[in-house]
Nanobody
Framework: QVQLVESGGGLVQAGGSLRLSCKAS????????MGWFRQVLGKEREFVAT??????????ADLADSVKGRFTITRGNAENTILQMSSLQSEHTAVYYC???????????????????WGQGTQVTVSS
């Protein structure tokens, strides 16, 4: 059974930083795409960042334009992905979800429906 478990969310003041981690289990994730989305109550879930497999131990990072320069995504190993968030502002407040995709992409990896597996989410709240 595939499980994605996020950690690292919480309350932070504007201008601060947070590091979100996602740990995957249940199978081998070495060729999976793993990424992050976020959702604000009443709004659609939106793409934040992802890592896609490009070869043995190699992953390509892709970030939404809105977070470039503030966020970075890394793949610690096949089962872990890290979202480092800096210079946080109130607009970054959301529930952040880890996602994983095993199948060949038929739609953009920036699309919610490109991912088969999801974590429970972790709340990030930025106070101004």
């Amino acid at each position: 059974q595939v499980q994605l478990v996020e950690s690292g969310g919480g309350l932070v003041q504007a201008g601060g930083s947070l590091r979100l981690s996602c740990k995957a289990s249940g199978r081998t994730f070495s060729t999976y795409a793993m990424g992050w989305f976020r959702q604000v109550l009443g709004k659609e879930r939106e793409f934040v960042a992802t890592t896609t497999y490009t070869g043995p131990n190699n992953y390509r990072a892709d970030l939404a334009d809105s977070v470039k320069g503030r966020f970075t995504i890394t793949r610690g190993n096949a089962e872990n992905t890290i979202l480092q968030m800096s210079s946080l502002q109130s607009e970054h407040t959301a529930v952040y979800y880890c996602a994983a995709a095993s199948t060949v992409a038929t739609v953009s990896r920036r699309a919610v429906n490109s991912y088969q597996y999801w974590g429970q989410g972790t709340q990030v709240t930025v106070s101004s």
